[in-house]
Nanobody
Framework: EVQLVESGGGLVQAGGSLRLSCAAS????????IGWFRQAPGKEREGVAC????????HYADSVKGRFTISSDNAKNTVFLQMDSLKPEDTAVYYC?????????????????????WGQGTQVTVSS
């Protein structure tokens, strides 16, 4: 059974850092594209970052470039999202997602409807 479990969310002051983890089971993360998405109250789900070992690519939303870093540890079957210089507008529930087909071509990674598997989410709150 494919499962994704996010952790690492919490409350942090603006300018602070958090590291989110997405622990995968039931599949090998280096065979899949793994993405991070977020959804704030009243807003649509948006893509934050994506990584594919198959194509050796990473992608970031413009709003987080230079502040967030996505990485993977294949031995732990876990993907991380290091979030630095956090802003109040980063406040949202963060989800990780996985998809096999997207691992071969991540051009449309921001389209959350294309992702097959989702975690339950972890809350990130950035205070001003």
């Amino acid at each position: 059974e494919v499962q994704l479990v996010e952790s690492g969310g919490g409350l942090v002051q603006a300018g602070g850092s958090l590291r989110l983890s997405c622990a995968a089971s039931g599949f090998a993360i280096d065979d899949y594209a793994i993405g991070w998405f977020r959804q704030a109250p009243g807003k649509e789900r948006e893509g934050v970052a994506c990584i594919s070992s198959t194509t050796d690519t990473t992608h970031y939303a413009d709003s987080v470039k230079g502040r967030f870093t996505i990485s993977s540890d294949n031995a732990k079957n876990t993907v991380f999202l290091q979030m630095d210089s956090l802003k109040p507008e980063d406040t949202a529930v963060y989800y990780c997602a996985a998809d096999l087909l997207l691992s071969y071509g991540t051009a449309r990674w921001v389209d959350w409807g294309l992702w097959t598997y989702w975690g339950q989410g972890t809350q990130v709150t950035v205070s001003s």
